[in-house]
């Protein structure tokens, strides 16, 4: 089991620009969640998906969407980027309320 | 709203040495406590949870609900326990999302 695996790992974006992350869930997950961490601060809720809806919402914009497909995997999009945005974003899934794991991260740069 | 606190951003102790990481927590429910640890280029892992009451790694943490806090604790630090701990908690609301401090580093010296 490969466990939680994101991609891109690192990527570069200039300010306006949009991006997409991507989230494999480990093997068995029916939950996940999206968090993003600023450099020197702890992780921060986005969102989390579950069944293919936004089941709860941390305090982002709407800038933030996501996406979850049957197969359990997920997407989470920025538009119009912000320098602010820069920042390790991390994925964690689980099945139902059980132990939370997460994926190394996807490292986003705003230029 | 639920606030999960880490009053130290670095905690520096010789090998051998006790370590506490302390933690604070504000919720109005009856909370879930966890440790996560992350090791330099790794990713964030589970070192321990409150509802297990389990030593992992020699650490150990009890929840203290009249204080509201769930501080982790080594007796003799070890220098693999290099590493950045967070602190974090999940409302006992049937979701799994968790509501993390801003992490304290742990540098344990030779």
């Known amino acids: 089991d490969a466990g939680v695996t994101q991609s891109p790992t690192h990527l570069i974006k200039t300010r306006g620009q949009q991006v997409t992350l991507r989230c494999s869930p480990k093997?068995?997950?029916?939950?996940v969640s999206w968090y993003q961490q600023a450099l020197g601060q702890g992780p921060q809720f986005i969102f989390q998906?579950?069944?293919?809806?936004?089941?709860q919402r941390g305090n982002f914009p709407d800038r933030f969407s996501g996406h979850q497909f049957p197969n359990y995997s997920s997407e989470l999009n920025v538009n119009a980027l912000l320098l602010g945005d820069s920042a390790l974003y991390l994925c964690?899934?689980?099945?139902?309320?059980?132990?939370?794991?997460f994926g190394e991260g996807s490292w986003l740069t705003v230029v | 709203a639920q606030r999960v606190t880490q009053p130290e951003k670095l905690l520096s102790v010789f090998k051998g040495a006790p370590v506490e990481l302390k933690c604070n927590y504000s919720?109005?429910?009856?909370?879930?406590l966890f440790w996560y640890v992350q090791y330099s280029r790794q990713r964030l892992q589970l070192l321990l949870r409150?509802?297990s009451r389990e030593s992992i790694k020699g650490f150990t943490a009890d929840l203290n609900k009249g204080e509201t806090s769930f501080h982790l604790k080594k007796p003799f630090a070890q220098e693999e326990d290099s590493a950045m701990y967070y602190c974090?908690?999940?409302?006992?609301?049937?979701?799994?999302?968790?509501?993390f401090g801003k992490g304290t580093m742990l540098l344990v010296s030779p």
């Open positions: 409150h509802i």
């Open positions: 974090a908690l999940r409302m006992n609301s049937g979701y799994s999302t968790l509501t």
């Open positions: 093997s068995g997950h029916d939950t």
């Open positions: 919720y109005s429910g009856s909370p879930e």
């Open positions: 964690a899934s689980s099945l139902a309320a059980n132990t939370i794991y």
């Open positions: 998906y579950y069944e293919e809806e936004e089941r």
